[in-house]
């Protein structure tokens, strides 16, 4: 089990690149303020939701390398 597809890794690779993309579109919908009553560019916004997005991947990131670390050695 701990040598995975190359289907798997490319499906994971496409899930995080998916969620990265979401996840600038995001910021730049809360950088422009569209939303009514919030009119006017603001970065902050912005960078308040791609460093959640950011949190989130590099979060799951490191759970995914702690596994595949923990599932090699289990094989040896």
Same mark, same amino acid.
């Given at each position: 089990?701990?040598?995975e597809s190359k289907n798997?890794?490319?499906?994971?690779?496409?899930?995080?690149?998916?969620?990265?993309?979401? *996840?600038?579109? /995001?910021?730049? +919908?809360?950088? =422009?303020?569209?939303?009514?009553?919030?009119? !006017?560019? %603001?970065?902050?916004?912005g960078l308040i939701v791609?460093?959640?997005?950011? *949190?989130?991947? /590099?979060?799951? +990131?490191?759970? =995914?390398?702690?596994?595949?670390?923990?599932? !090699?050695? %289990?094989?040896?």
């Amino acid at each position: 089990m701990a040598s995975e597809s190359k289907n798997t890794v490319y499906l994971m690779a496409g899930v995080i690149a998916a969620l990265a993309l979401w *996840g600038i579109y /995001l910021a730049i +919908g809360s950088y =422009l303020g569209l939303a009514e009553g919030t009119r !006017g560019y %603001d970065i902050r916004r912005g960078l308040i939701v791609f460093a959640c997005m950011a *949190g989130f991947l /590099l979060f799951w +990131g490191v759970l =995914l390398w702690n596994r595949r670390r923990r599932l !090699g050695s %289990d094989d040896e």
